[in-house]
């Protein structure tokens, strides 16, 4: 690389005349995490008619442009598009397009083939090389700056730079944690690792620059062990499990020469990407560093159970307990992983299949009891057994079609989901209680039909009604007063806790 000392006259980057500069630009700084590459709104495209000219994309010399007459009669000429001088156009791996500059370091995925952007984006370099003149601060050849125009009533340019030697992002002036996005950081090393995870994003946007392979060798050896801890253990902070590891070090097995492409740059730069946020996530190298994943740094669990909720948990039979725990397993910290969550998922939905089979099944056995009955009381059980497995069978169906999209979404996605789920008081008890419903419905369903056999046999031996029912109902009952029992006394301990704490007595 060349030294970023000095930039060429902004006159000099364009063939002849200069492009029309804005009066002012406002440089603000930007990270790479921030990139509109997958964001940005582009107008629809539309199909154009044209004569392709001789040579077109041969290479061939002094081949006259291509002309046409448009509507109003006039000669038009197709100027081929050519990035300024000094400029070099590279399609990323993915398809879009970015620019460089090597006698200056610069790079920029803004359309500077446009003379009104370029002229803004060069007016931002400038503005970057002055702040770096006035602050006395010499980049080295190493430092790679990336600009962004922006046009609009108030033009501005977005910048950041990285340094490849010590694969880190950096800015020429002082900026607050929060206004970059940095509100987890705990101390100025674990910093380092959420600036190195935007460097990585930048060499993953950016990939022409060959990584080293010295750092491909050590990604390999991170990929082994995070295979070997998921391999020989459950509670693994590494975000990739066995199977993607092996699979990485795998692709990543390749001879040096190949390791110079830009597509194994870019997605070696996207593994990296993941490791330091992985770092950053889990307080690599600190003091408390998190070493289980199920593991609390940050936040709390939420604090308790109100009446309502302890109410609502008894009519679902605590079903949703069990579901609670294994989601605040998942999200620890607003930090989750892909193959737990879809493991997650994929139980619940494979409990969600079993219940609407079941239900099914109960509904079928019940009309068809209900459709010869003995007497009056089976009739009417065999009713409420109908209905609650309707009730359970539509619960079932609505859940598996709820979460089905879920099933397929990413770490920083699934995070998304859960931060919008997670009750800022009951935590994610609102979502299991809902998760749990199928499950509930469905043993009240085959407890209904368990009584509307045994009225059903009760009836054919000609008992008398009142002796009926008291003998059917007795261990509902039963069951009635022992769950009744069960949540006085829960809100009674619960209440009895809060006084204890309330006079600063251990509980």
């Not at 593991?295 to 669990?301: F, Q, V, W």
């Not at 029992?485 to 829960?490: D, E, G, M, N, R």
Request: charged share 20%.
């Amino acid at each position: 690389m060349t030294s970023f000392d000095s930039i060429p006259d902004i006159k000099s980057q364009h063939d002849s005349e200069p492009p029309a500069y804005s009066e002012s630009v406002v440089l603000y700084p930007t990270t790479a995490d921030v990139s509109e590459r997958y964001s940005q709104a582009y107008p629809l495209v539309e199909s154009i008619e044209f004569t392709i000219p001789a040579g077109l994309h041969a290479g061939l010399p002094d081949l006259p442009l291509p002309e046409d007459v448009d509507e109003e009669g006039k000669v038009v000429k197709y100027e081929l598009c050519a990035p300024p001088v000094q400029w070099v156009q590279h399609p990323h791996p993915e398809g879009a397009t970015y620019f460089i500059n090597n006698l200056i370091n610069v790079v920029t995925d803004s359309n500077i083939l446009r003379a009104d952007i370029f002229g803004v984006f060069m007016e931002g370099v400038g503005q970057v090389q002055s702040l770096a003149a006035n602050l006395d601060i010499k980049i080295s050849a190493s430092v790679e700056l990336y600009v962004r125009a922006e046009l609009g009533k108030e033009n501005k340019c977005h910048y950041y730079l990285v340094n490849h030697q010590a694969r880190t992002e950096f800015w020429l002036n002082d900026n607050d944690l929060v206004d970059l996005g940095f509100s987890r950081v705990v101390s100025r090393p674990h910093l380092r690792y959420v600036l190195e995870e935007h460097y990585w994003t930048h060499v993953e946007y950016f990939p022409h620059n060959p990584i080293p392979i010295h750092l491909i060798r050590e990604l390999v050896s991170i990929l082994r062990h995070g295979q070997l801890d998921h391999e020989t253990s459950r509670s693994s902070t590494f975000p990739f499990d066995a199977a993607q590891c092996k699979s990485f070090i795998k692709l990543l097995s390749v001879d040096e020469q190949e390791t110079r492409s830009p597509y194994f740059t870019c997605m070696a730069a996207r593994l990296w990407t993941s490791i330091s946020k992985h770092r950053f996530d889990n307080m690599y190298g600190e003091e408390f560093a998190r070493l289980d994943r199920r593991t609390r740094r940050r936040e709390p669990n939420s604090e308790g159970e109100p009446c309502y909720m302890r109410l609502a948990s008894t009519l679902l039979l605590d079903h949703n307990r069990a579901i609670t725990a294994k989601i605040d397993d998942l999200y620890i910290d607003e930090t989750t992983y892909t193959m737990h969550w879809r493991n997650f998922l994929e139980t619940m939905n494979g409990s969600w299949r079993n219940h609407r089979l079941e239900s099914t099944v109960l509904l079928i056995a019940s009309a068809i009891l209900v459709s010869h009955p003995r007497g009056i009381l089976d009739y009417y059980v065999g009713l409420a057994a109908i209905a609650c497995s309707a009730l359970a069978l539509v619960a079932s169906v609505m859940m598996l079609n709820m979460f089905q999209e879920k099933l397929q979404l990413v770490a920083i996605e699934a995070v998304a989901y859960l931060s919008e789920q997670k009750h800022s008081k009951l935590g994610f008890q609102p979502l299991a209680l809902l998760m749990s419903v199928p499950k509930a419905l469905t043993s009240y369903s085959f407890a209904i039909f368990l009584t509307q056999i045994f009225s059903f046999i009760i009836a054919s031996t000609g008992a008398p009604l009142l002796l009926s029912i008291i003998i059917v109902f007795m261990p509902h009952a039963a069951a009635l007063v022992f769950f009744t029992a069960k949540f006085v006394a829960t809100l009674s301990l619960d209440l009895w806790r809060r006084r204890r704490r309330e006079y600063g007595c251990p509980v």
